[in-house]
């Protein structure tokens, strides 16, 4: 199942390992800290990754430009039960997830390209309980008309197996929630829906029949980088 949950997931938080008590607590604290500032708490990245591959963003039928247009890599600890921090209220290990920029640059009015890694998180031992193990676990890209707050967040999603096979993944999008998303059908009493996160489907069968032909689509594809 595709996630598009994207841009709102939790940050990593970490704390050194082999350390005192109090000196954990104010790692952690500084981990939080950094992560809510937008930070990635103390997991580090690859200084040197060298899986590389392209993703192209294709638009497709857009009813206007999209000015905003921003890219974001996923990664996830594979084994955080073998290596993550033990929760004392659960006894279970916490999620250990980041977000990275995912850079796309404008190729044309219809397509933006970026480089992703999938070797971009560095494996390390946290907790002293062993090696965590990133993995990349998709990439997926947020677009507005301007950037501007009350505008249509429209998003896209792909997990790692479909990029890293090659496959396309394109999903279909109203153009009327375009620059902004207004009142719900038939209901004109209620407001304008500010920074409404449009997730689109991917089958343009599953609109009603009077939006099939008033849609745009947004397509992602991937190829490897050789070295």
């Known amino acids: 199942m ?3 949950t994207l841009f709102c997931l939790t940050a990593v938080l970490m704390t050194a390992c082999n350390r005192s008590e ?3 607590s104010h790692d952690l604290s500084n981990a ?7 930070g990635r708490g103390l997991a580090t990245l690859n200084p040197a990754p ?3 591959y392209q ?11 999209f000015q905003h247009v921003r890219g974001t890599a996923q990664y996830d600890v594979i084994n955080e039960d073998q290596c993550g921090n033990i929760e004392t209220a659960t006894g279970t290990a916490s999620r250990i997830t980041s977000q990275e920029p995912l850079e796309l640059t404008r190729i044309s009015d219809e397509e933006y390209q970026g480089t992703v890694y999938l070797d971009r998180m560095k494996d390390q031992d946290y907790y002293g309980r062993g090696i965590c193990r990133w993995e990349f676990t998709g990439a997926g890209a947020l ?3 301007t950037g501007a707050q009350e505008e249509t967040r429209f998003l896209t999603f792909v997990d790692a197996p479909d990029l890293v096979a090659g496959k396309t993944y394109t999903r279909y999008y109203p153009k009327h ?3 902004r998303a207004g009142p719900v059908e038939g209901r004109p009493d209620l407001p304008w829906r500010d920074d409404y996160p449009s997730r689109g489907r991917e089958d343009r069968n599953e609109f009603v029949p009077a939006l099939q ?3 745009f689509s947004i397509t992602v594809s991937a190829v490897a980088i050789k070295a």
Request: net charge positive; proline share 8%; no cysteine.
């Open 2 to 4: 595709k996630r598009l």
């Open 22 to 24: 109090p000196a954990m």
């Open 32 to 38: 939080e800290a950094d992560v809510a500032a937008g």
């Open 50 to 52: 060298v899986k590389a």
């Open 55 to 65: 993703i192209t963003l294709r638009l497709h039928g857009a009813p206007g430009a």
């Open 143 to 145: 677009l507005k008309a």
């Open 177 to 179: 929630d375009y620059p």
């Open 213 to 215: 032909d008033k849609l």
